[in-house]
Nanobody
Framework: DVQLQASGGGLVQPGGSLRLSCAAT????????MSWFRRAPGKGREWISG????????PYADSVKGRFTISRDSAKNILYLQMNSLEAEDTAVYLC????????????????????WGQGTQVTVSS
């Protein structure tokens, strides 16, 4: 099966950190541009970061820039999102997604350009 499995979410206090993982099965993660999105309560999905197939282009949404870091372990076939200095506004379901075509070599924020989604992992930031 081709799938993405996100994990690592949980309850954390403001200012804390979490590392999310997205394990890919059935395909080579390094051949696809990948992104993380999030869906806050009552809101639509928001693109927050991506990484291209080369691992050199890693843009971030302004809301997370300087606090979140995206990375990829090609040997383990896992995508990561390190989240530091978490704020209550970061509370959301976090989803990883695979771009619709392989070997594209860029990062696109448009939701409709992603053809494979993980099931999401809940992150709650609260004291």
């Amino acid at each position: 099966d081709v799938q993405l499995q996100a994990s690592g979410g949980g309850l954390v206090q403001p200012g804390g950190s979490l590392r999310l993982s997205c394990a890919a099965t059935g395909f080579d993660l390094s051949t696809y541009d990948m992104s993380w999105f999030r869906r806050a309560p009552g809101k639509g999905r928001e693109w927050i970061s991506g990484i291209d197939i080369y691992g050199t282009y890693t843009p971030y949404a302004d809301s997370v820039k300087g606090r979140f870091t995206i990375s990829r372990d090609s040997a383990k076939n896992i995508l990561y999102l390190q989240m530091n200095s978490l704020e209550a506004e970061d509370t959301a379901v976090y989803l990883c997604a695979r771009f619709r075509q392989s070997f594209f070599g860029g990062v696109v924020a448009a939701i409709d350009e992603y053809g494979l989604w993980g099931q999401g992992t809940q992150v709650t930031v609260s004291s």
